[in-house]
């Protein structure tokens, strides 16, 4: 079974300043997809980020990238030019071979303006 | 494009009742996913339906159940409700059953038993 640990249960950053939330997995699988999910008051997830096991290279979306280190099963989330807007609660989630999706405890964010 | 659609936003049942909560797609996609969030327990996955089968089942017990239909919606039930079944209930859906398809989410079932 995949577990996603997500060690920082809130995060407070200054408008405009940057901000990383850790994630680390477990998982026996080779091949597999990660993924930062944003969950506003309104409740609705939302896709923020995706990474492919498989690839080295760091995925990005424009302020948003990630840390994936596969070795060490570690996948961070920076934030970068925080806005307001940011502020929501951050999962991190593992899709397993069997198209599971396994989520960690996310971490609140909060933005100071 | 509409989004996930869920209905009812907010639920009240009593313990011993049963409950059903739908889910609509995006149109075209005809995978479903059904995931439990409660403050407790975080976000679990329940099922996954992909052409009206169940593809997959989180370790839930028997008292939930789901289906999807042939236009792709979808529907879970809850029989006997417990007071811990008080979650917020999360649809997702997606174009293909694939690991490189996005799953949309939509805003989800507040259930709360009393």
């Known amino acids: 079974a995949q577990t996603v640990t997500q060690s920082q249960p809130e995060m407070s950053v200054q408008e405009a300043e940057t901000v990383t939330l850790s994630c680390t997995y477990d998982?026996?699988?080779?091949?597999?997809?990660l993924f930062w999910y944003k969950q506003p008051p309104s409740r609705q997830m939302i896709l923020v980020i995706r990474q492919e096991a498989y690839k080295q290279q760091n995925a990005t979306e424009n302020r948003f990238s990630v840390n994936f280190q596969k070795a060490a099963k570690s996948f961070s989330l920076k934030i970068s030019d925080s806005q307001l807007g940011d502020a929501a609660m951050y999962f991190c989630?593992?899709?397993?071979?069997?198209?599971?999706?396994?989520f960690g405890a996310g971490t609140t964010v909060t933005v100071r303006a | 494009k509409a989004g996930v659609t869920q209905t009812p936003r907010y639920l009240i049942k009593t313990r011993g009742q049963q409950v059903t909560l739908s889910c609509s797609p995006i149109s075209g996609h005809r995978s479903v996913s059904w995931y439990q969030q409660t403050p407790g327990q975080g976000l679990q996955f329940l099922f996954e339906?992909?052409?009206?089968?169940?593809?997959n089942k989180g370790n839930f017990p028997g008292r939930f159940s789901g289906r999807q239909f042939s236009n792709s919606r979808s529907e879970m039930n809850v029989s006997t409700l417990e007071l811990g079944d008080s979650a917020l209930y999360l649809c997702a859906s997606s174009l293909v059953r694939g690991r490189n398809t996005e799953a949309f989410f939509g805003q989800g079932t507040r259930l709360t038993v009393v």
């Open positions: 998982t026996s699988e080779s091949d597999y997809y």
């Open positions: 989630a593992h899709l397993s071979n069997d198209y599971k999706l396994s």
């Open positions: 339906y992909f052409s009206e089968t169940q593809r």
